[in-house]
């Protein structure tokens, strides 16, 4: 009578020390990859304000120019923007016949990612410096 071999079984899939070892390798690269990603969006938060402060200062050049040289308020400063759209916002702190002191604008978050950045200093500012970011 004829001995059979034995069948070799050809191994399919993966040993589960194989599979650990990816699981630890995609663990490592997942801690090391969020932080950087939530600081690149704090950096794109921050250039939007940035950006948003310089059209801000260009809007109160332009709001000046029709005032034929008198000193725009906030809200002609906002109303000089279209893009983003801006409107002014009164200072809760402030008293209640106060005028608006602060302009936010759709779509600018504060750094933090909660809320609108508000910007402002006074509700006339006299020059565009007098504009700055309020709550970044």
């Not at 993966?14 to 599979?19: A, H, I, S």
């Not at 759209?85 to 106060?98: E, I, M, N, S, W």
């Amino acid at each position: 009578m004829k001995k059979l071999r034995p069948v070799q079984k050809k191994q399919s899939g993966f040993t589960l020390v194989e599979l650990i070892v990816v699981i630890v390798i995609l663990g490592i690269l997942a801690a090391v990859a969020i932080p950087k990603l939530s600081d690149s969006q704090t950096g794109a938060r921050d250039a939007v304000q940035q950006a948003t402060l310089g059209a801000l200062k260009s809007a109160w050049t332009i709001a000046y120019t029709k005032n034929k040289g008198v000193a725009p308020s906030l809200k002609e400063v906002a109303d000089q923007m279209s893009d983003p759209k801006c409107g002014t916002v009164a200072d809760p702190t402030a008293a209640a016949a106060a005028t608006d002191t602060k302009i936010a604008c759709v779509g600018v978050m504060k750094t933090t990612g909660s809320g609108f950045a508000e910007f402002g200093g006074s509700a006339s500012p006299a020059a565009p410096s007098d504009i700055s970011i309020v709550t970044p």
